[in-house]
């Protein structure tokens, strides 16, 4: 499985940005998917998540009403929405494959990871 982030780039806070992920390999449809964040100097953070069957979505609470999570099975890409975008959301951007079917927003449970999208927000 390979997981390629893309989308990212430089935009003012209040922009909105979609981030994407490509999914090769089969079986993208059986797997839940997360978004993960890692600012300079600090420890990658859980941003959002969708179960297998997009039945469940978990959002963190430092983005929630304003990030919101998708897929589309016909094309194995996993998106990341982000609206009202602040500075504190500069970071770069992981996704992961879950090593289940669950949303989930523990790093530890996926095994496989993207290479990452930068997202800066400028003030």
């Known amino acids: 499985v390979q997981l390629q982030a893309s989308g990212g780039g430089l935009v003012q806070a209040g922009d909105s940005l979609r981030i994407s992920c490509a999914a090769s390999g089969r079986a993208f449809g059986t797997y839940g998917m997360g978004w993960f964040r890692q600012a300079p100097g600090k420890e990658r953070e859980f941003v959002a998540a969708?179960?297998?069957?997009?039945?469940?979505?978990y959002i963190a609470d430092s983005v929630k009403g304003r990030f919101t999570i998708s897929r589309e099975y016909a094309k194995n890409t996993l998106y990341l929405q982000m609206n009202s975008l602040k500075p504190e959301d500069t970071a770069v951007y992981y996704c992961a494959r879950s090593t289940d079917r669950r949303a989930t927003s523990s790093l530890y449970d996926y095994d496989f990871w993207g290479q990452g999208t930068l997202v800066t927000v400028s003030s």
């Open positions: 969708i179960s297998w069957a997009a039945s469940t979505t």
